[in-house]
């Protein structure tokens, strides 16, 4: 039988549970553990944000090397060069052109399209299912062919029933599926039912179809097939932990350690290991939760009056705190890769899923799907209004020009980093209408550089300069002979629309019923190469008086932002009169009923 996917050997999946693996995993790679130490550790205090002798515990920001702590070892075994999917994968451009196979005439409740590996021969094997039809249909250049309620394209697996793809991740005693499919399904399964759901069924499938009748039998059976079993759910732990918020998905993982427990001891204690690896990386997700919480609290303070300008002119400037471009486009790298690690790959496509009914139940798991993505958006919103006010603030025209031509040299330094998240933030501060009406200070400023990197991220052509780019700091984190050129940090806002326009762009299912897989790979494909940029281990020091200063200082709101403007350089009509005005009176009346 065809193989699941093209992708086959670029997974490498995970060890077999023996107990030399095992001692090695434990000494070689240190199980996840907080950033931020106790996880009920006490919040900190206004005061301690703006006190550069506060605690490590109280700043994700200063810590050692903080991606070795929370980051999947699932994830760490893929090497960079090894990227999910290849050049040579099946499914191109023009996949979604090729013509759909027709539905199969019957459904097998035992997985039409399994297979197994002969380990003496490493040929696959058709599945147990003799009564399994088999057609081929040739299409252009490529052959279809249907096993059951299984379709495949060129040995791609690219349609299914929803039931047959469940029946297909659930291992056997002499079969375990491929590892691109197992992390394809395990992404894009949340947009047909919610992970809880998943999880009940594959258990239930694993149970069922071990028993027997016979006890002795029984105990044999689950003997057999646990290392398999848990090697699944570790890989659905380490890759998608966060799934296991729920208290329901926690409940079904514990459910199955007693299934395990009853036939095989090492397995349960591998299990029992992998639980308290996934309680860990939730501990520690939950902790810089509370402390990005905790820090936007503090910068959504306002900043000082407005009512006079020399009142502002006393607020501290970024280029009081660092004067080099290249060490604040390396502490902006490093807030980038921090944030990033933490957000889970299917916050990608959780965010087109039907909202579970059901999620509004209390408890300690009850957290929203993708606050870690709407964390990072805010992270770039935040940036780009910091840029923006760092240019408003200063009362004369040579320190605001010098602030300016300061943000373009770090924007050229995140350009040559591989850091286009920032990049593109500090080249929107700095044509936001605020900024880019300050004309005479503009007219002291070099623009050369700048021009250069607006062409870079020049919107036209769907980003086309932008996308050239970053296929060149792709190849070269591919090549790279140290961690620095390892750095790729997409500019997140466009891979995100990149995703959302995949999934609008092609139906999830096909006329037939069957789910569109080819769609699946595609998606997952896309989320793996967030994936290996996720990964990378920043090299540069910390700074962490730097660090507290970009994550902490408060930033103007847009009215404000105009209202400094205006201040800086006064208004050029009778339209931007009535605006300053109308601004005036009412940040003044929000001032007095604060």
């Excluded at 000494?27 to 900190?44: C, I, L, R, V, W």
């Amino acid at each position: 039988m065809p193989p699941t996917t093209p992708y086959a050997g670029k997974f490498s999946s995970c060890g077999p549970y023996s107990s030399s693996s095992s001692s090695s995993s434990n000494n070689n790679h240190p199980q996840p553990h907080s950033p931020y130490h106790n996880y009920m550790a006490t919040k900190p205090t206004k005061e301690q944000f703006y006190n550069s002798a506060y605690c490590v515990s109280e700043n994700p920001y200063d810590k050692p090397q903080p991606h070795t702590s929370y980051r999947s070892s699932s994830v760490e075994a893929m090497s960079t060069k090894e990227h999910y999917y290849n050049s040579n994968c099946a499914v191109s451009e023009n996949s979604y052109s090729v013509p759909q196979p027709h539905s199969p005439r019957q459904h097998s409740t035992s997985c039409p399209g399994r297979s197994y590996r002969d380990t003496s021969s490493s040929i696959e094997q058709p599945c147990r299912n003799s009564a399994a039809a088999t057609r081929g249909n040739f299409y252009g250049c490529g052959i279809t062919t249907s096993y059951g309620e299984m379709c495949y394209h060129n040995n791609s697996l690219v349609s299914a029933s929803l039931e047959a793809l469940i029946q297909h991740l659930v291992p056997t005693v002499d079969y375990y599926p491929d590892r691109s499919y197992v992390f394809t399904f395990l992404l894009s399964s949340r947009l047909f039912l919610p992970p809880y759901e998943l999880m009940m069924r594959v258990c239930h499938l694993c149970v069922e179809q071990q028993r027997s009748g016979d006890t002795l039998l029984d105990k044999i059976r689950i003997r057999e097939v646990a290392p398999k079993l848990v090697q699944l759910l570790t890989e659905w732990t380490e890759t998608f932990p966060y799934d296991f918020r729920d208290e329901r998905m926690m409940r079904c993982l514990k459910d199955m350690t007693y299934h395990v427990a009853r036939g095989d001891e090492y397995s349960w204690r591998a299990m029992q290991q992998m639980t308290q690896r996934l309680i860990k990386r939730l501990s520690a997700l939950g902790q810089y939760e509370e402390a990005v919480a905790a820090l936007s609290a503090v910068a959504m303070e306002r900043p000082t009056s407005l009512k006079s300008k020399q009142t502002s002119a006393q607020r501290m400037d970024i280029l009081s705190v660092c004067d080099d471009p290249f060490i604040l486009a390396q502490q902006l790298t490093h807030i980038e890769l921090d944030r990033l690690s933490f957000i889970g790959p299917e916050e990608f496509i959780q965010t087109f899923a039907k909202k579970d009914p059901l999620d509004n139940h209390k408890g300690f798991f009850r957290k929203r799907k993708t606050s870690n993505l709407e964390a990072y958006i805010n992270w770039f919103n935040r940036l780009t209004y910091l840029v923006a006010t760092e240019i408003c603030m200063p009362v004369k025209k040579k320190h605001r020009a010098r602030i300016i031509e300061f943000f373009i040299d770090v924007a050229q330094e995140c350009f040559n980093i591989g850091n286009f998240n920032s990049l593109m933030a500090i080249i929107t501060g700095m044509n936001m209408s605020p900024v880019a009406r300050l004309k005479k200070t503009w007219n002291k400023v070099n623009t050369d550089k700048f021009e250069i990197l607006e062409h870079q991220m020049d919107p036209s052509s769907n980003f086309s300069n932008y996308r050239t780019a970053l296929r060149g700091a792709t190849q070269r984190s591919e090549m790279a002979h140290s961690s620095q050129e390892k750095i790729v940090i997409p500019f997140f806002s466009l891979l995100i629309k990149d995703i959302y326009f995949l999934n609008e762009g092609c139906s999830s299912r096909l006329p037939n019923g069957h789910i569109n897989f080819e769609k699946l790979w595609e998606l997952a494909k896309q989320v793996s190469e967030f994936l290996v940029w996720r990964q990378v281990i920043c090299p540069f020091d910390r700074d962490r008086r730097i660090l507290q200063y970009l994550v902490t200082t408060p930033v103007f709101s847009e009215d404000e932002l105009h209202l400094a403007s205006y201040e800086s350089e006064g208004p050029e009509n009778n339209l931007e009169k009535d605006s300053r005005r109308s601004l005036r009176t009412s940040l003044l009346h929000r001032e007095n009923r604060s």
